[in-house]
T-cell receptor
Protein backbone atom coordinates (compact mmCIF):
# COMPACT_ATOMS: atom_id res chain seq x y z
CA UNK A 1 0.00 0.00 0.00
CA UNK A 2 1.57 3.25 -1.19
CA UNK A 3 -0.51 5.42 1.09
CA UNK A 4 -2.36 7.05 -1.81
CA UNK A 5 -5.86 5.62 -2.07
CA UNK A 6 -7.91 5.73 -5.25
CA UNK A 7 -11.50 4.61 -5.61
CA UNK A 8 -13.07 2.94 -7.40
CA UNK A 9 -10.49 0.58 -8.90
CA UNK A 10 -12.63 -0.19 -11.91
CA UNK A 11 -15.48 1.69 -13.53
CA UNK A 12 -17.52 0.74 -16.56
CA UNK A 13 -19.96 3.29 -17.87
CA UNK A 14 -21.76 4.30 -21.03
CA UNK A 15 -20.98 7.15 -23.38
CA UNK A 16 -22.49 10.44 -22.35
CA UNK A 17 -22.44 9.60 -18.66
CA UNK A 18 -20.64 11.35 -15.81
CA UNK A 19 -18.31 9.75 -13.26
CA UNK A 20 -16.30 10.86 -10.24
CA UNK A 21 -12.93 9.44 -9.34
CA UNK A 22 -11.65 9.88 -5.82
CA UNK A 23 -8.14 10.18 -4.43
CA UNK A 24 -6.89 10.40 -0.86
CA UNK A 25 -3.26 11.52 -0.67
CA UNK A 26 -0.66 10.21 1.73
CA UNK A 27 -1.04 11.62 5.19
CA UNK A 28 0.54 15.05 5.31
CA UNK A 29 0.97 15.48 1.55
CA UNK A 30 -0.56 18.75 0.38
CA UNK A 31 -0.20 18.31 -3.38
CA UNK A 32 -2.34 16.04 -5.51
CA UNK A 33 -1.75 15.36 -9.20
CA UNK A 34 -4.01 13.62 -11.70
CA UNK A 35 -2.67 11.71 -14.69
CA UNK A 36 -4.35 9.89 -17.54
CA UNK A 37 -2.67 6.86 -19.06
CA UNK A 38 -3.94 5.59 -22.38
CA UNK A 39 -2.28 3.35 -24.94
CA UNK A 40 -1.94 6.03 -27.58
CA UNK A 41 -1.17 9.07 -25.39
CA UNK A 42 1.02 7.62 -22.67
CA UNK A 43 1.03 9.27 -19.26
CA UNK A 44 -0.51 12.71 -19.54
CA UNK A 45 -0.62 15.25 -16.75
CA UNK A 46 -4.12 16.59 -16.18
CA UNK A 47 -4.13 18.88 -13.17
CA UNK A 48 -2.45 19.64 -9.83
CA UNK A 49 -3.89 20.93 -6.61
CA UNK A 50 -1.97 22.23 -3.65
CA UNK A 51 -3.74 22.61 -0.32
CA UNK A 52 -7.09 23.16 -1.97
CA UNK A 53 -5.93 25.50 -4.73
CA UNK A 54 -5.38 24.69 -8.38
CA UNK A 55 -1.65 24.93 -9.01
CA UNK A 56 -1.09 23.71 -12.57
CA UNK A 57 -3.16 22.56 -15.48
CA UNK A 58 -2.17 20.21 -18.27
CA UNK A 59 -4.06 18.84 -21.24
CA UNK A 60 -7.30 18.52 -19.35
CA UNK A 61 -10.46 18.57 -21.42
CA UNK A 62 -13.21 21.07 -20.63
CA UNK A 63 -15.48 18.10 -19.90
CA UNK A 64 -13.18 17.20 -17.03
CA UNK A 65 -12.90 19.07 -13.74
CA UNK A 66 -11.31 18.48 -10.39
CA UNK A 67 -11.20 19.85 -6.90
CA UNK A 68 -9.38 19.32 -3.66
CA UNK A 69 -11.32 19.44 -0.44
CA UNK A 70 -10.32 20.80 2.99
CA UNK A 71 -9.42 17.30 4.16
CA UNK A 72 -7.06 17.21 1.12
CA UNK A 73 -8.79 14.42 -0.74
CA UNK A 74 -9.40 15.17 -4.40
CA UNK A 75 -12.04 14.28 -6.93
CA UNK A 76 -11.78 14.17 -10.69
CA UNK A 77 -15.09 14.58 -12.48
CA UNK A 78 -15.43 13.35 -16.03
CA UNK A 79 -18.59 14.23 -17.91
CA UNK A 80 -20.14 13.60 -21.34
CA UNK A 81 -17.91 10.58 -21.55
CA UNK A 82 -16.62 9.37 -24.90
CA UNK A 83 -15.07 6.07 -25.90
CA UNK A 84 -11.69 7.77 -26.08
CA UNK A 85 -11.83 8.62 -22.39
CA UNK A 86 -11.27 4.97 -21.55
CA UNK A 87 -7.96 4.92 -19.73
CA UNK A 88 -6.19 4.35 -16.46
CA UNK A 89 -6.39 7.42 -14.25
CA UNK A 90 -3.71 7.87 -11.63
CA UNK A 91 -3.53 10.16 -8.70
CA UNK A 92 -0.22 11.03 -7.07
CA UNK A 93 0.69 13.07 -4.03
CA UNK A 94 3.98 14.70 -3.22
CA UNK A 95 5.92 15.83 -0.23
CA UNK A 96 9.17 17.75 0.08
CA UNK A 97 12.07 15.51 0.99
CA UNK A 98 15.75 16.41 1.27
CA UNK A 99 16.02 18.90 -1.58
CA UNK A 100 13.48 17.32 -3.87
CA UNK A 101 9.90 16.17 -4.08
CA UNK A 102 8.96 12.55 -3.66
CA UNK A 103 5.93 11.45 -5.63
CA UNK A 104 3.74 8.55 -4.61
CA UNK A 105 1.20 7.09 -6.98
CA UNK A 106 -2.07 5.42 -6.20
CA UNK A 107 -3.11 2.13 -7.78
CA UNK A 108 -5.27 3.89 -10.34
CA UNK A 109 -8.86 3.77 -11.55
CA UNK A 110 -9.46 1.89 -14.77
CA UNK A 111 -12.27 3.60 -16.64
CA UNK A 112 -13.96 1.79 -19.48
CA UNK A 113 -16.50 3.71 -21.54
CA UNK A 114 -18.78 1.52 -23.63
CA UNK B 1 7.70 23.40 -21.64
CA UNK B 2 9.63 20.28 -20.75
CA UNK B 3 9.52 17.41 -23.21
CA UNK B 4 10.91 14.00 -22.37
CA UNK B 5 11.83 11.35 -24.91
CA UNK B 6 12.83 7.79 -24.30
CA UNK B 7 14.35 5.21 -26.53
CA UNK B 8 13.95 2.54 -27.42
CA UNK B 9 10.20 2.14 -27.04
CA UNK B 10 10.53 -1.61 -26.85
CA UNK B 11 13.48 -3.74 -25.84
CA UNK B 12 13.62 -7.48 -26.11
CA UNK B 13 16.43 -8.61 -23.87
CA UNK B 14 18.15 -11.92 -23.54
CA UNK B 15 18.71 -13.13 -20.03
CA UNK B 16 22.19 -12.41 -18.81
CA UNK B 17 22.95 -9.59 -21.25
CA UNK B 18 23.35 -5.85 -20.61
CA UNK B 19 21.17 -3.10 -22.01
CA UNK B 20 20.66 0.65 -21.74
CA UNK B 21 17.56 2.85 -21.94
CA UNK B 22 18.07 6.49 -22.91
CA UNK B 23 16.07 9.44 -21.68
CA UNK B 24 16.52 12.86 -23.30
CA UNK B 25 14.81 15.98 -22.05
CA UNK B 26 14.35 19.34 -23.71
CA UNK B 27 14.90 21.98 -21.06
CA UNK B 28 16.48 22.27 -17.66
CA UNK B 29 15.04 19.81 -15.21
CA UNK B 30 16.02 20.05 -11.59
CA UNK B 31 15.37 16.39 -11.00
CA UNK B 32 15.08 13.25 -13.05
CA UNK B 33 12.99 10.30 -11.93
CA UNK B 34 12.78 6.69 -13.04
CA UNK B 35 9.69 4.54 -12.48
CA UNK B 36 8.74 0.97 -13.16
CA UNK B 37 5.24 -0.13 -14.13
CA UNK B 38 3.99 -3.68 -14.35
CA UNK B 39 1.00 -4.25 -16.67
CA UNK B 40 -2.16 -2.69 -15.27
CA UNK B 41 -0.38 -1.68 -12.08
CA UNK B 42 0.76 1.54 -10.47
CA UNK B 43 4.08 3.31 -10.89
CA UNK B 44 6.86 2.25 -8.58
CA UNK B 45 9.63 4.73 -7.89
CA UNK B 46 13.10 3.42 -8.74
CA UNK B 47 15.48 6.37 -8.64
CA UNK B 48 15.63 10.11 -8.15
CA UNK B 49 18.66 11.80 -9.68
CA UNK B 50 19.35 15.17 -8.15
CA UNK B 51 22.39 16.63 -9.84
CA UNK B 52 24.78 16.42 -12.73
CA UNK B 53 26.86 13.27 -12.60
CA UNK B 54 24.51 11.57 -10.15
CA UNK B 55 24.61 7.79 -10.29
CA UNK B 56 22.34 5.48 -8.38
CA UNK B 57 22.28 1.70 -8.33
CA UNK B 58 19.82 -0.84 -7.04
CA UNK B 59 20.44 -4.48 -7.84
CA UNK B 60 20.83 -4.91 -11.60
CA UNK B 61 19.66 -1.36 -12.38
CA UNK B 62 21.88 1.70 -12.50
CA UNK B 63 20.71 5.18 -13.40
CA UNK B 64 22.84 8.20 -14.23
CA UNK B 65 22.28 11.83 -15.10
CA UNK B 66 24.17 14.22 -17.37
CA UNK B 67 22.46 17.59 -17.07
CA UNK B 68 24.71 19.24 -19.66
CA UNK B 69 23.69 16.71 -22.30
CA UNK B 70 20.14 16.62 -20.85
CA UNK B 71 20.42 12.86 -20.81
CA UNK B 72 19.71 10.16 -18.29
CA UNK B 73 20.40 6.48 -18.79
CA UNK B 74 19.09 3.37 -17.11
CA UNK B 75 21.54 0.53 -17.44
CA UNK B 76 20.46 -3.07 -16.93
CA UNK B 77 23.15 -5.54 -16.01
CA UNK B 78 22.67 -9.27 -16.68
CA UNK B 79 18.94 -9.03 -17.37
CA UNK B 80 16.62 -11.44 -15.61
CA UNK B 81 12.96 -12.21 -16.25
CA UNK B 82 11.83 -10.28 -13.15
CA UNK B 83 12.91 -7.06 -14.83
CA UNK B 84 10.26 -7.39 -17.53
CA UNK B 85 8.08 -4.27 -17.18
CA UNK B 86 7.67 -0.80 -18.63
CA UNK B 87 10.15 1.81 -17.44
CA UNK B 88 9.46 5.52 -17.47
CA UNK B 89 11.70 8.49 -16.93
CA UNK B 90 10.20 11.78 -15.84
CA UNK B 91 11.40 15.29 -15.18
CA UNK B 92 9.93 18.27 -13.44
CA UNK B 93 11.34 21.13 -15.47
CA UNK B 94 10.72 24.35 -13.58
CA UNK B 95 7.37 23.15 -12.26
CA UNK B 96 6.55 20.62 -9.60
CA UNK B 97 4.54 18.31 -11.83
CA UNK B 98 6.16 15.29 -13.43
CA UNK B 99 6.43 15.12 -17.20
CA UNK B 100 6.85 11.56 -18.37
CA UNK B 101 8.65 10.03 -21.28
CA UNK B 102 6.92 7.61 -23.60
CA UNK B 103 8.07 4.59 -21.63
CA UNK B 104 10.24 1.65 -22.64
CA UNK B 105 8.72 -1.79 -22.55
CA UNK B 106 11.29 -4.37 -21.53
CA UNK B 107 10.78 -8.03 -22.23
CA UNK B 108 13.35 -10.51 -21.03
CA UNK B 109 13.53 -13.82 -22.80
CA UNK B 110 15.50 -16.93 -21.99
Amino acid sequence: DSGVTQTPKHLITATGQRVTLRCSPRSGDLSVYWYQQSLDQGLQFLIQYYNGEERAKGNILERFSAQQFPDLHSELNLSSLELGDSALYFCASSAPLKGFYGYTFGSGTRLTVV
Amino acid sequence: ELKVEQNPLFLSMQEGKNYTIYCNYSTTSDRLYWYRQDPGKSLESLFVLLSNGAVKQEGRLMASLDTKARLSTLHITAAVHDLSATYFCAGTGTASKLTFGTGTRLQVTL
